[in-house]
């Protein structure tokens, strides 16, 4: 992949703290919480990644306006020359996440591979925001296939940087921009990321920025003809894949898939954090099944797929007697955090609650390796990056 030094934008100094300005990604943001971003600042960011126009106009245009207006009172400003700035996620529980926010040339399937779905409703939103404001506000999440040579270069220049924001995100983990803009420098990240690279998040941004690009004929080597990224290697001794799980709102019929378990095991803990923990303990493939009102069990599955995410799309679902479209038209439930559908379920109020073990990363390598799509919703990798530390608009340079 090509990578690409810009000029960063951010907040200035007028704004005071500029982390406590930041925010999750705009599809982690439902209506109430993005009322709650706004209420804290007229300059927090989600007024721009999920705008309201208080006259009840257009909330593109609206944004596009007050991005504008921003940029011309200095509440935010763009750096004077291109630049890459690592990424270092301080997480909760120790360690560093190390990676790098640039932008990144969008490339064929075999440089730049997706592994998911994307939900059509999703990527018109945000390709109706990025026309109006010609800014690319949030970035991607890729892991490249760089051998660790990403970590070796992040860990010499973080070793005597400065930071620019600190950002603590609700679950603890801290956030830090730093800045690398001497051009040899440079020169030397993008030779070690000249490889294959994955998205690990973000295919709607991506796919949003790719659409963009193709449909106005924008030249390679622009800011426009490329998407905000944070890389990170995928040797990372810090990635983790967390999963998502799954559930549907009826009971099923736990009759109708006798035919692809093993074995089984009745659980006899009480909370959903224990229950996805002995799940992902288990010799796999093996998930959670818990129908509301019976005894949570964990299953051994027949191996159709070393990824249990599909042997739930191609095995479990026609079993039930559902299309593949119930993955994505409102049948399957899905649930990132297994203490939510472990109360749900008790409550009644999911009928039935899938709880899938997590996902390493060589296996999410090898999954994708020859372009195959992985099942919408198959990955979470934590922590989320976050967005409104360093943005990114299409009159950068590059380098």
């Known amino acids: ?86 990424y270092v996620i301080e997480l909760a529980g120790g360690g560093r996440r190390l990676g790098v926010l640039a932008l990144v040339e969008m490339a064929d399937a ?6 998911e779905q994307t939900l059509a409703k999703a990527v018109a939103d945000r390709l109706s925001l990025l026309s109006a404001m010609r800014v690319d506000l949030e970035p991607a999440l890729l892991v490249s296939e760089d051998g660790g040579r990403l970590e070796a270069l992040l860990q010499e220049d973080l070793a005597h940087a400065k930071p620019l924001v600190r950002h ?73 894949i967390e999963p998502i799980h799954r559930a549907f709102k009826e009971k099923i019929d736990l009759d109708k898939l006798a035919g692809l378990r093993t074995g089984s095991q009745t659980f006899h803990g009480s909370s959903g954090q224990d229950f996805a923990a002995a799940v992902a303990a288990a010799p796999q493939p093996a998930l959670g099944v818990w129908v509301s009102g019976k005894e949570p069990e964990i299953w051994s599955l027949k191996a159709s797929s070393p990824l249990v995410v599909e042997i739930f799309q191609n095995d479990i679902l026609p079993a039930l007697g ?41 296996q999410f390598a090898a999954a994708i390796a020859d372009g195959a799509l992985l099942p919408a919703k198959s990955t979470r990798f934590v922590p989320k990056v976050m967005s409104g530390l360093v943005w990114a608009d299409h009159q950068s340079q590059v380098l």
């Open 1 to 86: 992949m090509r990578v690409l030094a810009f000029q960063g934008i951010r907040y200035t100094p007028r704004v005071g703290d500029a982390g406590v300005l930041a925010a999750p990604p705009y599809d982690q943001i439902n209506d109430s919480a993005r009322d709650r971003f706004h209420a804290q600042s007229p300059h927090q960011f989600v007024h721009l990644s999920r705008p309201v126009d208080p006259a009840g106009h257009d909330i593109y245009t609206y944004a596009a306006d007050l991005h504008e207006r921003w940029l011309k009172e200095e509440v935010i400003a763009r750096e004077d020359r291109p630049a890459l700035y690592p």
């Open 110 to 115: 075999k440089v730049i591979r997706p592994h």
């Open 168 to 240: 603590q995100d609700a679950d603890g983990n801290v956030h830090v921009i730093y800045r690398v803009d001497d051009p040899d420098r440079i020169a030397q990240y993008q030779k070690a990321l000249d490889v294959p690279a994955a998205i690990a998040d973000g295919h709607h941004r991506y796919k949003v920025a790719q659409r963009y690009a193709q449909e106005r004929g924008i030249r390679p080597g622009t800011a426009a003809a490329a998407k905000l990224a944070v890389i990170t290697s995928l040797d990372s001794p810090e990635l983790t």
């Open 322 to 362: 559902l299309p593949a479209e119930a993955s994505t038209n409102g049948t399957v439930v899905y649930r990132a955090q297994p203490v939510e559908l472990w109360d749900q379920v008790a409550s009644g109020e999911l009928g039935t609650g899938i709880f899938l073990p997590p996902m390493a990363p060589t």
